[in-house]
């Protein structure tokens, strides 16, 4: 479906069919984009506004007065969702990346979960030609591979950016003929942040030429990208793929697969020296490598890419959340499922992970966990440990087999299933 918007805007501009949920900041950008979709898709679209608490209340409160206003004045629903105070700054802490980073997953986060929920087909974001040029700009100032300079991608899952070949001149031309009155983030002229610095002090320094011609080379790099494949399965914990397709693919695919799991997984950078270094060992076959933030397994028949999995020590109880996003479940998945008697536990219980020396008493007899983890062929466990020693070994959601310790085999009473999950 194409637009056509008192001709500021590009006639290629296509909206998809289905539900469309709008990313709503209630800027420039996103508020134009509500407007398009006013004209074109009233009745299947709603605006969603993430409010991530970063700026104080009456700022926020504002804002979320204007936006509500500015979607009733376009006939467009509009819903909120709050994130809460400090959730922000805790990821960021824990997974050790900036504000920003840990604001955009958030978002996408609530935006995701938000569309599952209610029945949208898409995301659409606001995301604009000039979007694009600072992308690759930063990508360039970064050193990142040549495929990252493929930008922002214009269908990217359940998301869609229908407006990445508009400029932002065109953007502020058009809400101005309509009338419109944007939110102002007080954060956007924050210059400590790189894609700020970049936006307020390079790309007033490019022409609009040359920000086209990024923007192409942009899109001629991910066609390229798109001609090639090299398909990951996703299994449990980890990124696994076929080793034969990891070493008969083009150079360039096995170096983003790598950067594409670092990004999944949180991390921050990986070197171009452990890229190759995981092509060798993927040559070998068999051992692994262990970096900051990934972990890989090799063998004759699989390349395994797995988070770093930090220090942990927890109490025992049900619903809360462990680091990697795992969790404990006290719900029967199948027949593999632990069943632990929680009445012979010896308290206190704590979930951790493995140190040296820790061992288990198996059916089998006496064994440590550091070789019962090797031989299972998994990067780490996650045990449950009481007063007495280790309860159980939790690798399954790793690839490897579940073990319970022997003193609770054939334990009388009721017993509570118990898994690792995602």
């Known amino acids: 479906m194409k637009a056509s918007c008192s001709g500021l805007i590009p006639e290629d501009i296509i909206l998809p069919e289905g539900r469309l949920l709008i990313a709503f900041s209630g800027g420039d950008d996103s508020l134009a984009l509500l407007a398009i979709a ?25 804002e979320e007065e204007r936006n509500r206003s500015n979607a009733a004045l376009l006939g467009i629903p509009f819903s909120i969702i709050r994130l809460g105070k400090g959730a922000v700054e805790k990821l960021a802490e824990r997974k050790s990346i900036g504000t920003e980073a840990a604001a955009r997953e958030l978002r996408y986060e609530a935006l995701e979960r938000y569309r599952a929920e209610h029945g949208f087909d898409w995301i659409l974001t606001a995301h604009h030609r000039d979007d694009q040029a600072e992308t690759v700009a930063m990508r360039m100032l970064s050193r990142s591979p040549f495929y990252a300079w493929g930008g922002i991608r214009r269908c990217d899952g359940h998301i869609f950016r229908p407006l990445l070949s508009v400029s932002k001149s065109d953007i502020l031309s058009y809400i101005s003929a309509e009338g419109l009155e944007p939110s102002i983030d007080s954060t956007n002229s924050d210059t400590a942040y790189m894609r700020n610095s970049i ?52 150079p360039f695919l096995a170096e983003e697969a790598v950067y594409e ?26 051992g692994s490598i262990a970096s900051s933030s990934l972990v890989f397994m090799f063998s004759l028949d699989e390349v395994r890419i797995y988070p770093e999995l930090p ?49 288990i008493e198996l059916k089998g007899g006496r064994k440590r966990v550091s070789e ?31 073990r319970l310790a022997r003193r609770f085999l054939g334990e009388e009473g009721e017993p509570v299933a118990l898994a690792l999950i995602r």
């Not at 086209?212 to 798109?226: G, K, L, Q, W």
């Open 38 to 62: 006013s004209r074109l898709a009233r009745g299947r679209c709603e605006a969603l506004y993430v409010n991530h608490a970063l700026r104080g209340d009456a700022e926020l409160g504002a």
């Open 261 to 286: 799991a670092n990004a999944a997984f949180g991390g921050e950078r990986v070197s171009r020296a452990l890229v190759g270094r995981v092509r060798e060992k993927a040559a070998e076959g068999c």
């Open 199 to 250: 936006r307020h002090r390079l790309m007033p320094l490019i022409s609009e030429e040359a920000k086209d011609t990024m923007a192409r080379i942009a899109e001629n790099v991910a066609s390229f990208r798109s001609r090639f494949s090299l398909k990951p399965s996703f299994s449990g914990f980890y990124i696994s793929y076929s080793r034969d397709a990891f070493l008969s693919a083009h």
């Open 311 to 359: 220090s942990f020590a927890l109490p025992l109880s049900e619903g809360f959340a462990l680091p990697l996003s795992l969790s404990l479940s006290y719900v029967r998945e199948d027949e593999l499922t632990l069943s632990i008697p929680i009445h012979s536990l010896i308290g206190p219980a704590i979930i951790r992970d493995v140190r040296e020396g820790d061992i």
């Open 372 to 402: 019962l983890i090797r031989d299972q062929k998994v990067p780490y466990a996650i045990v449950i440990e009481d007063r007495k020693g280790i309860v159980c070994c939790l690798t399954r959601l790793f690839g490897g087999r579940d």
